[in-house]
């Protein structure tokens, strides 16, 4: 096959999409620092900054407010508790 390229065919595990994002200048900048740096495609830091995100242990709301747990006393099931002045005239 004289003339064509061959391409790798495991470059990504799966279909991607395309996706285009507006960056401030400061933004642009960090990120062209971080490629050069790294030696890495803009695409491929921003991947690996999407996944850690998704993966981290912190990223769920429960996980966030964790430290407020047992922070309020009072009944555990809400429909028990009187409705003492509220709604009601």
Do not use: F, N
């Amino acid at each position: 096959m004289k003339g064509l390229a061959r391409l790798p065919v495991a470059g990504y595990r799966a279909a991607m999409t395309t996706l285009t994002i507006k960056l401030e200048p400061e933004q642009q900048a960090w990120l062209d620092r971080q490629a050069k740096a790294l030696k890495r495609s803009k695409g491929g830091i921003i991947r690996d900054l999407i996944q850690r995100q998704q993966v981290r242990p912190e990223g769920s709301l429960g996980e966030a407010l964790a430290d407020l747990r047992g922070a309020v006393s009072g009944s555990s099931d809400l429909s028990t508790r009187p409705l003492k002045g509220y709604g009601r005239r």
